[in-house]
């Protein structure tokens, strides 16, 4: 079974620093999709990034990079001029590419950006 | 494109009462799905749908839980009777697809369940 591990239940940085979430994650599979997803306090689960795991550039979206380690089975996320719309619980999250499979999350990282 | 609704945003009951839940997926989504997310942790699925089939509901806890998607379209989950261990947020996802590359996961803004 695939398991997502979040070591970091919080988190705190200064407004327009820099932050990295940590994931790990367990898999047999080759090929997968990793994802963050942000869920502010009006619990709406908002996609952040997605990596595909066959690719080996680190996917980024504006201010958000990942850091995929494959054979580690590491994948960071990097918040980047942090802003205080970012403060939010972040979930990464495991889902196989074929077959019926279902999101696997992790426990989640509680962010806070101090002004 | 208007997003995952669902209804009610919270609710808080009794234990042993039985809660209903209501998620409207979007427009074309095939695929619909639930997940309990107990303070603390992520997500965790429930059950889920391809049009109005279920596909896994191998977390759901069929004593107490039932779900159904009539035509297709619009989904209810229901609780009966409900335990103090019940109490979660639960929240429903759709997708245009089961799986393979376009199966993002779209989630509405969630039902907070209290039980007493």
């Known amino acids: 079974a695939q398991t997502v591990t979040q070591s970091q239940p919080e988190m705190s940085v200064q407004e327009a620093e820099t932050v990295t979430l940590s994931c790990t994650y367990d898999?047999?599979?080759?090929?997968?999709?990793l994802f963050w997803y942000k869920q502010p306090p009006s619990r709406q689960m908002i996609l952040v990034i997605r990596q595909e795991a066959y690719k080996q550039q680190n996917a980024t979206e504006n201010r958000f990079s990942v850091n995929f380690q494959k054979a580690a089975k590491s994948f960071s996320l990097k918040i980047s001029d942090s802003q205080l719309g970012d403060a939010a619980m972040y979930f990464c999250?495991?889902?196989?590419?074929?077959?019926?499979?279902?999101?696997?999350f992790g426990t989640g990282t509680r962010l806070t950006i101090i002004p | 494109e208007a997003g995952v609704a669902q209804s009610p945003r919270y609710k808080i009951i009794e234990k042993r009462q039985s809660v209903a839940f209501w998620c409207n997926p979007i427009?074309?989504?095939?695929?619909l799905y639930w997940y309990q997310q107990i303070l603390g942790q992520g997500p965790k699925l429930l059950i889920q749908f391809q049009n109005n089939g279920v596909v896994d509901d191998s977390q759901l806890p069929k004593d107490r839980f039932s779900a159904e998607r009539l035509k297709g379209v619009d989904s209810t989950l229901k609780i009966q009777p409900a335990k103090l261990e019940d109490s979660a947020v639960y929240l429903c996802?759709?997708?245009?697809?089961?799986?393979?590359?376009?199966?993002?996961?779209?989630f509405g803004p969630g039902t907070r369940l209290t039980v007493l």
């Open positions: 996802a759709s997708s245009l697809v089961t799986s393979g590359r376009q199966n993002e996961q779209f």
């Open positions: 898999t047999s599979e080759s090929d997968y999709y």
């Open positions: 999250a495991y889902r196989k590419i074929f077959g019926n499979e279902k999101l696997t």
């Open positions: 427009s074309g989504h095939a695929t």
